[in-house]
């Protein structure tokens, strides 16, 4: 059986027969039950309460006894996933509120914003921009579990270093390039070259005006806290082990200068610390997020 017929989903290897869709990005699915165990260990408030996405992955049993689920280990890495996630969809909200009726969500994963949110969902067309495979995957899940995939949610296939590619599909499924959007791309970056990162913000900054770009980024490991560059080396070590290393880093002037120089002209960094006072202050389990990711938030 050759490799591309095999599977993987949360930490298991599974044959997948001819035709079938494959299984989402080991990263995605993390991403998914990180966001669960915040509602399942921690106490509240939930910064983001989101179970869905662990009915979606649907991992097997014992998940939450995985060494990268461990509730302490991985805290600041649970923290940071909805602490980024909790901040676009108040973007959302307030720009919702102004009358902007767009949102695409690139590298989308199992993101379930639609599923969550209907009040919102109803009031907005959501694209979601993803690899052909995982999100035909992620298509067939959403029928199976009653979600389906309404007429206000676009399902976008690309290849995100193809230039142009992702702009001309996200068109043809209906996004309004002269309507003002939110865009996010959360969790990406760090995964692609500097050059295919520069091209997105190019593309980005040709949204209609009025529009707002959120993306996050991963600063040099030297630029971490001491206490956390240990953590964040392993991460890297597992990433690149699973066959999708971090390949790109950025420090704050470094990403404001290149979504200056891609067009952008009202450009502002978030970082952790922020994110940590606005949603993390005075808890009494000291959850916090880390400044291994933070973010950019450009506006056209």
Known sequence: MSERHERSTAGRAVPEADGAAAEP?????????????????????????????????????GWRERGDMHPEGTSRFRAGVVARARFVEDLVVERLDEGVGQYVLLGAGLDTFAQRRPDLADRLRIFEVDRPEPQEWKRRRLTELGYGVGDGLRLVPVDFETAGSWWDRLRRAGFDAGRPAVAASAGVSMYLTKEANAATLRTLASLAPGSTVVMTFMPPLDLMEPDERAVRQAAENGARGSGTPFISFYAPAEILALARAAGFTDTRHVSAAALNERYFADRPDGLRTSNGEELLVATV
């Open 25 to 61: 990005d080991s990263t995605a699915v993390r991403v998914a039950l990180w966001r669960a165990v915040h509602v399942l260990h921690d106490p509240p408030p939930h910064v983001l309460a989101d179970e869905i996405g662990l009915r979606l992955a649907d991992p097997e049993g």
